[in-house]
């Protein structure tokens, strides 16, 4: 590191109180410990964004894995603007007494919004948190506790032009006492746990609940998306998280705003001035995700009343919900879930997160439920890293949505898989796991029940008729795809755009396929989709090849012909019988071609009226609250009641 004479003697040591060091002694310092303690050895090298991009980053300095390496990626965070070393080493010497300040404190006005913004080191992500921040509040205060060099660098960076004040505490400090020493006297106030990163959505319900004389706190998930808390009780002198690894369906059954004796983490919403003693109300319909990625950090609420026995406070939420807390075991309730309604629990395999937000089987889950619920029963959803959380002891019928991943079923209760991708991954020992087998193909279904001697009913993929009707909307001529590349040339795309039709493509990672000019937007809101459906010329659809061989057709041509629209589409088993004249079906990749450039997409499908009739039929046949009452009916013709795991 010394020899790349690249290393600022001077900043090296202005971060330990010293006026200089030569590049060796500043080498040794850094390498030797300090890039742990938080120091940096240049200003233009941020080692906390940059060590996640190194190889073996977390065990040698960034900044020698980065000498030893050839790195594409900026190492310098893209959000934080150039500062000039004179700058940098003025931080640097704050930053090493270990209390600097940055800014002044902000006087607001009352209907200012001030965000609070809590940093705990370190901290990859504190430029974009604070950036979104800044987009949002008239002010922006940051607590930082422990940060590194590069951290506090960039908000310093950040503050020359913008409305931000910071101060540095010790590592070891009371992020609660730190946060209420900062809090503005008036304006309108938002603290942010160091562990969330919430989008511009999030911030907004989050200011807009705001409530006099009470302090606002959001439904905190955990990693997997389970509740890790909502509000929280003392007992037994230990602060105890509410609904802690219960689905969040679990608090929002609750419906409205409840008041709880305690907060737990330190996000937040108030009037200012903030008065620790006012009441904690829990809102339900405001969540927030705790970052995987961000460093480890114990529960702090904001409240500091004196802390009493809430047990029968807490009892009285839990059975809001549908839960009698039967005792208080190592401050943990155990429950029972007391509800006569049946209890589903839909397992699909997206992620958890915002990645599995706009997954297809997420959406398909949620549909499911709320269809369930239409019919009477409880369900609640789970994502792959919840799918054997240890809240499910109360759930009656356990459904596994078989997409891409293997899910394995609690062992007690009902427990249903319904296959609609990748049937060529079941195996004997994955349906001995089930109750009842479903599948997303007649012909599949069929085949797979002789194969495996035992009964697999089919049952097809549908639509969310609550969401995709016919809203008599004009119709384009623009033929449009809606879908990512897959990291494969899908030719229902690449074909016709190579033969000259104009495709209209929303998705990602296409650039490797079409010129970018085919490419309208990556990504598009769930809710903007009818709309997109119903108004387009024609919707393209392809299958995967395993699909379309054991006769899986895909959903999205339901939701389409549901929406009054239409769709041409590769061809497999059921489709046409499926959805009418919604649909056009072709074989081989030169008819697909030939159809779209005649140009006369009218010609192909019945008059928008038949069509209308058509997609009554479809939403009324093939919805998610057809194929909940399947189900239903599968699931009670089974036998009586249900079997609920014995209560812990």
Same mark, same amino acid.
């Given at each position: ?25 500043? @080498? ?10 938080? %120091? ?16 073996? !980053? ?8 980065? #000498? ?5 990626? =900026? ?54 948190? %604070? ?13 930082? %506790? ?5 951290? *506090? &660098? ?6 020359? @032009? ?77 602060? /105890? ?48 995700? &705790? ?5 480890? *950090? ?36 155990? #429950? ?5 309604? /049946?209890?589903? !629990? /839909? ?6 997160? $915002? ?67 990748? =049937? ?6 994955? &349906? ?11 012909? *599949? ?13 089919? #049952? ?83 299958? *995967? ?11 999205? $041509? ?33 008819? #697909? ?56």
């Amino acid at each position: 590191m010394a020899r790349s004479g690249d290393v600022d003697g001077d900043y090296v040591a202005a971060q330990l109180g010293r006026r200089s060091m030569s590049r060796l002694e500043a @080498s040794l310092v850094y390498a030797f410990g300090g890039f742990r303690r938080g %120091l940096s050895v240049k200003h233009d090298f941020d080692d906390v964004y940059a060590a996640p991009l190194l190889p073996e !980053a977390g065990r040698v300095p960034a900044f020698y894995s980065f #000498l030893r390496n050839t790195v594409a990626q =900026p190492l310098w965070h893209p959000y934080v603007p150039a500062v000039t070393r004179e700058q940098a080493l003025r931080t640097a010497a704050e930053w090493g007494h270990g209390n600097a300040h940055i800014g002044v404190a902000p006087s607001p006005a009352p209907d200012d919004v001030v965000v609070v913004v809590v940093a705990s080191g370190p901290d990859s992500r504190l430029a974009d948190r %604070l950036n979104a921040a800044l987009s949002f509040a008239d002010h922006v205060i940051v607590v930082g %506790l422990g940060l590194h060099m590069a951290e *506090w &660098l960039a908000i310093t960076a950040l503050s020359t @032009s913008a409305s931000l004040s910071a101060r540095l505490f010790p590592a070891g400090a009371n992020a609660r006492e730190a946060v209420l020493s900062l809090l503005p006297r008036s304006g309108r106030v938002v603290a942010i746990d160091p562990r969330v990163m919430p989008d511009l959505e999030q911030m907004r319900a989050l200011v807009e609940a705001i409530r006099p004389g009470r302090t606002v706190v959001p439904v905190e998930q955990a990693p997997d998306d389970t509740v890790h808390s909502a509000g929280g009780a003392v007992i037994g002198q230990v602060r /105890v998280p509410l609904f802690r690894g219960l689905p969040i369906e679990d608090v929002r059954r609750i419906g409205e705003s409840f008041e709880a004796p305690h907060s737990v983490g330190l996000t937040f919403s108030a009037a200012a001035p903030f008065d620790p003693r006012m009441p904690v109300l829990v809102d339900p319909q405001i969540s927030v995700r &705790l970052d995987p990625a961000a460093p480890g *950090w114990p529960d702090q609420g904001i409240d500091t009343r004196t802390a009493g026995e809430d047990s029968d406070a807490a009892r009285s939420i839990y059975l809001r919900a549908g839960f009698e807390a039967i005792e208080w075991n190592s401050s943990a309730p155990s #429950l029972r879930w007391i509800s006569p309604r /049946v209890r589903w !629990a /839909v397992k699909v395999a997206s992620l958890a997160g $915002p990645v599995g937000d706009v997954w297809g089987d997420t959406h398909f889950g949620e549909a499911l439920a709320d269809a369930l619920r239409r019919r009477g029963h409880d369900a609640v959803v789970d994502r792959r890293e919840a799918a054997l959380r240890e809240t499910s002891r109360f759930d009656d019928v356990h459904v596994i949505v078989r997409g891409p991943t293997r899910l394995h079923p609690p062992s007690h209760g009902v427990r249903v898989l319904w296959i609609i991708s990748h =049937p060529h991954e079941i195996t004997q020992e994955e &349906l001995d796991e089930f109750d009842l087998v479903f599948a997303a193909s007649e012909r *599949w279904a069929n085949e797979a029940s002789r194969r495996f001697d035992r009964e697999i009913f089919p #049952l097809l993929e549908c639509t969310d008729a609550t969401r995709f009707r016919p809203r008599g909307l004009p119709r384009s001529n623009e033929i449009v795809f809606v879908g990512k590349s897959r990291d494969v040339p899908r030719r229902v795309v690449i074909a016709p755009v190579e033969a000259g039709v104009p495709v209209r493509v929303y998705g990602p990672d296409w650039s490797a396929y079409i010129p970018p000019a085919h490419v309208v937007a990556p990504f598009v809101p769930l809710s903007r989709l009818p709309e997109m459906y119903e108004t387009a010329g024609v919707v393209l659809n392809d299958q *995967w090849a395993e699909m379309k061989e054991a006769g899986f057709p895909a959903m999205r $041509p339901f939701d389409v012909v549901a929406a009054g629209g239409r769709v041409l589409s590769e061809y497999v088993d059921g489709l046409e019988n499926a959805l009418g004249p919604g649909v056009v079906t072709y074989r081989l990749e030169a008819e #697909l071609v030939a159809l779209l450039k005649e140009g006369d997409l009218d010609r192909l499908f019945p008059s928008d009226a038949l069509l209308r009739e058509n997609a009554e039929r479809v939403r009324r046949e093939h919805s998610f609250d057809a194929r909940a009452a399947v189900l239903e009916e599968a699931v009670l013709r089974r036998g009586p009641g249900v079997d609920r795991e014995p209560e812990r």
